[in-house]
């Protein structure tokens, strides 16, 4: 099975699978799989169950039940028994999942495309275009909106504008590293160190919501 990436804290697990599966692989690796498999007749196509297949692989791979995921009306996926925080994603051929005992989180992967120019202007904020890395632009802006994203999924509030709720300060692209962010949409205006990781397949951004002392 490729597991392509898998870390282990004393409060947190994060990791990320490699799909190469078909949905009936997948679903044969599940050791729940008479359970799941009614679930996947709500996805019409075979790229979604695949990627729904995926995650649940993989969060039974990093010591979590897939019988156990529900939803709440926001679409923010949660464990039934509360044993951990969850958070889900995935892009073209890459699906991956954090988990913390006790604390908010948020991850996000993106797959370069040249469609990120087209759409800055939506959340970009003026002050982060003018300290943008330019000589790695792309990596940069595939950054600046998933880190977005990943703060949305931590906070899980309505009504969020990612160009006016959500900051990044200044950063340098390397493979990986740190973004420091706030946001504004809630009364707390929670700061976040938002872990990253580049490569040529997708970018990758996580992150845990710390609540105030």
């Not at 939803?71 to 991956?96: K, M, N, V, W």
């Not at 797959?111 to 940069?140: G, T, W």
């Amino acid at each position: 099975m490729p597991l392509y990436k898998k870390e282990v804290t004393e409060e947190s697990i994060w990791g990320i699978w490699k799909i190469e599966e078909t949905p009936s692989e997948l679903l044969e690796a599940l050791q729940s799989k008479d359970e799941i498999a009614p679930q996947l007749k709500q996805y019409s196509t075979i790229k979604r169950q695949t990627e729904f297949l995926a995650l649940r692989v993989l969060l039974q791979e990093l010591g979590g039940d897939p019988c156990q995921v529900e939803y709440e009306p926001s679409g923010r996926p949660f464990l039934f028994d509360q044993s951990y925080q969850i958070s889900f994603t995935h892009t073209r051929d890459y699906a991956a999942v954090y988990m913390h005992r006790t604390a908010s989180v948020g991850i996000d992967m993106e797959y370069p495309s040249a469609r990120i120019f087209k759409v800055r202007e939506k959340f970009m904020h003026p002050n982060e275009e003018s300290a943008l890395d330019l000589s790695e632009e792309e990596s940069a802006l595939l950054l600046h909106w998933s880190a977005k994203e990943t703060i949305y999924k931590a906070i899980d509030e309505e009504d969020v504008e990612f160009k006016g709720h959500l900051h990044i300060r200044p950063f340098k692209v390397q493979k990986e590293g740190i973004i420091e962010a706030y946001e504004t949409r809630t009364l707390e205006h929670y700061s976040f160190d938002i872990f990253y990781l580049v490569t040529d397949s997708f970018v990758l951004t996580r992150t845990i919501l710390k609540e105030k002392e």
